[in-house]
């Protein structure tokens, strides 16, 4: 059955093509797909003890506009139209505002490789939302990670292979790989 409408979350640091193995995956289960932006500015970031490097600056180098765009064009490249996807800020930290962003009717995807994962499970279950876990994996077997692409890109070396080309383009036209660089370095 394919729902009307479902919301998926991530910070999206940037943006890799396991998240969009994700987004795709979610938008396969519904008609609109919600894609909601967590840590939409540094208000909404909280420490975790599930994740404590979700929460540094140098891991959160992209705004939410930064992000939002790079979702867009991502899905555009992906071949989904516009109107099937929407962009929202997530504010998986402080939960009871999530119903301010995204409906509470909808199919809320998501995957739980790690403690961080079953912790947002458990709050959004909390919340009484429908949850349909995607993937369940070990830390190990996750794939792709933000952080990986932000280490390579501080140690120069090459990682346009594990991004969508519409985000390799938009990174480097806009120069965000120095600030990844900068904020590295402290």
């Known amino acids: 059955m394919t729902e009307k409408r479902g919301v998926i979350h991530g910070r999206f640091q940037c943006l890799h093509n396991k998240h969009m193995e994700y987004l795709?995956?979610?938008k396969s289960r519904c008609q609109t797909l919600i894609i909601g932006i967590s840590n939409p500015d540094v208000s909404y970031i909280r420490p975790s003890e599930n994740d404590r490097d979700r929460s540094k600056k140098e891991n959160n180098p992209f705004t939410y506009f930064e992000r939002y765009e790079m979702i867009r064009d991502a899905m555009l490249e992906y071949g989904v139209p516009r109107e099937e996807f929407e962009i929202v800020p997530f504010p998986i930290n402080k939960p009871e505002y999530i119903?301010?962003?995204?409906?509470?009717?909808a199919m809320y995807y998501m995957s739980i490789c790690d403690a961080?994962?079953?912790?947002?499970?458990?709050?959004?279950?909390?919340?009484?939302?429908?949850?349909?876990v995607l993937w369940k994996r070990k830390p190990e077997e996750k794939g792709t990670?933000?952080?990986?692409?932000?280490?390579?890109?501080?140690?120069?070396?090459?990682?346009?292979h594990l991004v969508p080309?519409?985000?390799?383009?938009?990174?480097?036209k806009n120069r965000l790989d120095e600030r990844i660089?900068?904020?590295?370095?402290g």
């Open 24 to 26: 795709l995956l979610a």
């Open 99 to 105: 119903s301010q962003y995204a409906p509470t009717d």
């Open 116 to 132: 961080w994962g079953q912790e947002k499970y458990d709050t959004l279950t909390g919340l009484g939302l429908r949850v349909e």
């Open 145 to 160: 990670t933000g952080t990986e692409v932000r280490k390579l890109i501080m140690e120069g070396k090459p990682w346009d």
């Open 165 to 172: 080309k519409s985000v390799h383009k938009y990174i480097t």
């Open 181 to 185: 660089i900068r904020l590295s370095n």
